[in-house]
C-alpha cells in the first residue's frame, strides 16, 4: 500500500473569505502542512489571507517563493525545487495542501507545480479542489449572465495586448479577459474592432477592499492599472 501523503491544491475563491468550499476548509485544517505562494507582489500570501479565518492555529504554513523572471530556466529550476520541498512531506507520509486564488485549474500557479510534481515524484496522489474563479464572483456581483441559451463565452487573457481576443473572439458571443491591467489601449481597440466594446464592464478587486467597477473601459487607459482588474464583455 501507498504509504506517501497526499497533494491537495485547494481553490480559495476570488477574495470574500465566505466563498470557500466547504470541503476546502475541511482539507486545510486536516493537512499536514499548508503551502502558499510568496512573491514581491500578487497572490503569494493573499491566498493565505482569505483562507486565515478558517485556519485553525496549529496549521503548518510553508512559503515557497514564486518566481516569475525572464529567464525561462532559472524559473523553471525555481519551480522544481517547490515541487520537491512538497514531494519531501508527501514521502514523509504527510498530507499537503496548496492554497491558490480563485480556481486551481484557472491561470493559476498549482499548473505549474501540477507539472512539477509529476517530474520530481511521478506516483504522488494529487486531489484539486476546485474553487470559485474570480470571473465567477465578478458576474455575480454584477448580477450579469455569463453565457445563456446556445451562446459560447471565450476565457481569455488581456496580457498581449488582445490578440487572443482577434483570432478568435469572432466566433462567440461573450468573453471574460483576465489579467486586463496591461496593453489596455490596444485590448479596448480589440474589443470595438470584434464588437464587444459597448456591451463592456471591468471590475477590479472584485469581492475586497478597494473594490471597483470600470462601466467605461475607455477610462482604464487614463489610471494605473490594477493587477487585479478583470473584464466581461459581451455583443
Ligand atoms: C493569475 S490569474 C488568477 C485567476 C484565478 N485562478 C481565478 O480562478 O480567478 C490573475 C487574474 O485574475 C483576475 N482576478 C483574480 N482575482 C480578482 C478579483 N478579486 N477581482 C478582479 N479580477 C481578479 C485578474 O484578471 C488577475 O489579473
Redesign the pocket.
Known sequence: MNQFGKLYGV?VG??DPELLTLKAVRIINEADVVFTAASAK??YSLALEIARPHLSENVLIKFLSFTMTQDKEATETAWEKNAEEIASVLRDGKNAAFL???????????GYILKNIRKVMPDAQVETVP????????AARLNRTLVEAEESLLIT???YGGEQLLNVGQNVENIV?????KNIKQNNEALKKAGFFKNSVA??????EG?EIIENLDELETRTP??????LAGR
Not at 491558490?100 to 498549482?110: E, I, K, N, R, V
Not at 471590475?203 to 475586497?208: E, F, L, M
Open positions: 481553490g476570488p477574495g500578487r497572490d491558490t486564488l480563485g480556481d486551481p485549474m484557472t491561470y493559476s500557479t498549482f474553487g470559485i474563479t474570480s470571473f465567477h464572483a465578478a487573457s488581456g496580457a479577459m483576465l489579467k486586463a491591467y471590475i477590479s478587486r472584485c469581492g475586497r473594490e490594477d493587477y487585479w482588474t478583470l473584464v
